[in-house]
């Protein structure tokens, strides 16, 4: 009666535009009635995820979703019985739970609503899948709806995968003009080459945009506030969020619980397939990325990511360190049957030293930890910035949103700990952040609280305004079609790339055993120096016997002094390094003082990476302004190919130090896009320039190694190419893969001033023995032509 009173006052162009306003609206209305039905089926409807996260999810997404014009019907399938699986779900939907805000009636109202269009099926065979697809047809038949889409939630294990995706494929797509989407949960693969295959398979069923892998972590909502918080806080994070001003990142994800239970699974994967691989991978990638301007395209954001994940530098044996409780082992004879004598080798602790190779990140250290029975649970990425202030004020005047010297970090909370919620903290002597207030509430104080060493009160403190569950953020993604909250095919294999050489390098590690829970006490603290992790404390015992025992120093025989004629240098390989560089340094000083300049040639492979981390690590004093860096020997592949050994001296010592540019000579192996062709001359051109740069082509030193085949450089028994003759560099064929090689010649070594031959490790020391007793024959064993002409051999 009122509005028709008012509405009969108003002017005719204000009743025109008020009636174009209500067509709007109820256009509006009608467009919402039109945007079809949704069918959601949950394949293994009656497993735990389900009955923990899913159902409570889908209802989640029905409390989001009601009335915004989307029909709905979910379908819980899985092979148990129709009756049974009726039971389960009915019990399942009963215990339901609404936001805590919304009134117990309406509660009710929704459930009851959600209970009726959620049902039980058995599905197990193709019929039955043909079954459902014509339920779900004659459902939207009788009721006069539009198909929207379908959304298959595969809860199952993988092994089931593979049928599921046919049967879908073959008879259970919507209609032309509706959406396919199917939702996958991890296990994705073991390693690069199961994760290949099951993407292939997978790929042959499904396009890429119908698949969504789940990484729950990407719908834990700390996490989740990663992207927008960079954007937000754009103009703040600018200039600090680079290697200028962190110093470094930790992720970490501890658990109290253990793996009791599940052995199975987890003897098979273990915690870096468990968790780092996938969970905190996905973290590292978010903070690291380049920040894409439009975070809301997903295609942009997916992008950026991969970028990420080519950029992470290849792991090393040294970049871990491994533990396993306690009972681990004793779990898995329980569960598995397996004999007393059975050990395990299955990490569940893992520290891992992650660097990234771009001008944002580069020097940045990034730790992933995590692991089952430890103190606490809790997980959270913290930002800890660089302090390059002195305050010159009492410590007691410092002011927590002033002083520069207090810390300076930004956590994203993941949640439990201390704090018991997701949170973001910013310490108040950054910045003050800003966060979308309507799902961001500052948390209130609670002054006895200490996080990351400083009260609450140092930080501005956020957590959402409602907590909501992983899971129910995912589902609400996928409905909404938001990818990139899930792992594309590309960036899951580009995570396998990264860790596989890692896991199967580790494959017969032997883990740290710790107690587990409180009593762990400092046992599992580490610490990282350049590219290697260690445990902080040394273990005094080993607990579980190796495959293959240990060798005690017994099994080394006590060496002369001498050794062909020329001094020998015996020691455990740490002291041995660090006279072997103790030596180098003394002979480039006094080669410097000399003449100015210290020319030295380096060989590759696995026995000088920790020669070249000493020298970047422990000797300052170097002139690296006045060395020239020569390649011993060269693989023909690309430098840039983890094999190459210039590779692996740009990894391991380059990087690391300041030899100018045109001072490093790496071997022309790769010339007109084709690698060691005689025609492309690079031995040629690498022995001219060896010519004109090195003072009667003497290097200062050279650095050998010896097979144990008794080969040294790239010039192998058998092979005639470089033994003698007037040529300085040659092209020469190895045994053993990659087979082409590049080599200094045995008459360029032996001209040098010094030559070292450096010799670690068990394996060599038949090779060792036999050599000592050989007189001089290069052709059976290239080792036993050293013999500097006036220089000196060590
Ligand atoms: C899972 C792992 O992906 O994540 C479990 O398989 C782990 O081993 C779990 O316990 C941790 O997730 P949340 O959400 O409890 O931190």
């Known amino acids: 009666m009122l509005a028709q009173l008012y509405f009969k006052r108003l002017p005719g162009w204000w009743k025109m535009l008020v009636v174009a306003m209500c067509m709007a609206l109820l256009a509006c209305l009608q467009a919402q009635e039109l945007q079809g039905h949704v069918s959601i089926i949950l394949l293994g409807a009656t497993g735990d995820l389900a009955k923990k996260y899913l159902w409570q999810g889908l209802f989640q997404l029905y409390l ?32 339901l739970s609404c936001p805590e805000d919304m009134a117990p009636g309406r509660c009710a109202e929704l459930r009851g609503q959600f209970q009726q269009l959620s049902q039980y099926r058995h599905l197990r065979t193709s019929e039955d899948y043909m079954a459902l697809s014509k339920d779900i047809e004659a459902q939207l038949q009788h009721k006069g709806l ?43 693969g073991h390693d690069r080459l199961s994760a290949q295959q099951l993407a292939t398979e997978l790929g042959s069923f499904f396009q890429e945009k119908e698949m969504y892998r789940v990484d729950h ?124 004598s059975f050990r395990s080798l299955t990490p569940t602790f893992a520290g891992i030293l992650v660097h990234m190779d771009n001008l944002r990140w580069e020097g940045v250290p990034f730790l992933l ?44 909370y993941i949640g439990h700990g201390e704090l018991g919620s997701p949170a973001v903290l910013v310490s108040r002597n950054l910045f003050r952040p800003s966060l979308p207030s309507k799902s961001w509430k500052e948390v209130e104080g609670r ?39 899930f792992i594309t095919t590309e960036n899951l294999l580009a995570s396998w790339v990264f860790w596989t050489p890692l896991l199967d390098s580790l494959a017969h590690e032997v883990p740290r055993l710790y107690p587990g829970g409180a009593e762990n006490g400092h046992l599992l603290d580490f610490e990282f120096s350049g590219t290697q992790l260690r445990f902080s404390q040394q273990q005094l015992e080993q607990l579980v ?63 000088p990476v920790p020669l070249f981390e000493q020298l970047a690590t422990r000797h300052y004093g170097f002139p690296w302004a006045h060395t020239h860096l020569w390649l011993v020997d060269e693989r023909c592949v690309p430098l840039r190919d983890p094999e190459s050994n210039f590779q692996g001296l740009q990894a391991h010592l380059l990087q690391h130090v300041r030899v100018p540019h045109y001072n490093v000579h790496p071997m022309p192996v790769h010339l007109h896009q084709r690698l060691c062709a005689e025609e492309d001359r690079g031995a040629q051109m690498y ?51 990659p087979h082409e090689r590049m080599s200094l010649s045995l008459p360029l070594i032996n001209r040098a001033h010094k030559v070292a031959v450096l010799v670690m490790g068990r394996m060599k020391r038949e090779i060792t023995m036999l050599v000592s007793r050989v007189g001089h024959e290069p052709k059976k064993w290239p080792i036993s032509g050293v013999l500097p002409s006036s220089g000196q051999l060590v």
């Open 369 to 412: 930890m995590s692991g089952k029975a430890l103190d606490e649970r809790v997980g959270y990425v913290r930002i800890l910035f660089r302090n390059q202030a002195y305050c010159a004020q009492n410590e007691k005047r410092w002011v927590a949103d002033q002083s520069q010297c207090l810390p300076r970090q930004i956590v994203f």
């Open 545 to 607: 016997p190796g495959p293959g025992s240990a060798p005690k120093p017994s099994d080394f025989q006590v060496l002369q002094a001498k050794y062909r004629e020329s001094p020998l240098i015996s020691a455990w390989p740490e002291e041995l390094i660090a006279k072997l560089a103790e030596d180098i340094e003394a002979t480039a000083v006094r080669a410097v003082q000399r003449f100015g300049e210290f020319h030295l040639a380096l060989s590759g492979g696995s026995s």
């Open 146 to 188: 539009q198909e929207a889409g379908r959304i298959f939630y595969f809860s199952v294990p993988p092994f089931a995968y593979a049928d599921i995706a046919r049967n879908i494929n073959s008879s259970c797509r919507p209609g032309p003009g509706a959406w396919l989407r199917v939702v996958l949960e991890k296990p994705f």
């Open 447 to 485: 002054p006895r609280l200490h996080l990351f060493g400083r009260p609450l009160s140092d930080y501005y403190a956020y957590s959402p305004v409602r907590e909501q569950d992983a899971y129910s953020v995912l589902i609400s993604h996928i409905f909404h079609g938001r990818k990139d909250s």
């Open 217 to 340: 972590y990407l719908g834990k909502q700390a996490v989740a506030q990663i992207l927008p918080f960079r954007d937000q806080n754009r103009k703040a994070l600018d200039g600090l969020w680079n290697r200028h001003h962190v110093e470094r990142v930790e992720i970490i994800m501890k658990e109290t619980v253990d793996a009791e239970g599940r052995t199975s699974f987890y003897e098979e994967y273990g915690v870096i397939r468990d968790v780092l691989q996938n969970h905190l991978t996905e973290v590292l990638t978010l903070v690291a990325m380049e920040l894409p301007h439009n975070i809301s395209s997903s295609e942009a954001v997916l992008r950026h990511k991969l970028q990420a994940f080519r950029a992470l530098r290849g792991l090393q044996k040294g970049s871990a360190v491994l533990g396993q409780y306690q009972a681990y082992s004793e779990q898995v004879r329980r569960e598995q049957r397996k004999p007393d």
């Open 64 to 95: 989001d979703e009601v009335g915004k014009g989307y029909s709905f019907s979910f379908h819980g399938a899985a092979l148990t019985s129709t009756k049974q699986g009726q039971e389960f779900i009915a019990k399942v939907l009963e215990s």
């Open 687 to 737: 022995a001219s320039e060896i010519s004109a740069l090195v003072t009667n082509s003497s290097f200062d030193l050279v650095l050998l190694g010896m097979g144990m085949d008794g080969h040294t450089a790239s010039l192998f028994p058998q092979s005639p190419a470089g033994l003698e003759g007037t040529q300085l560099v040659v092209l020469t064929r190895s045994p053993s893969k």
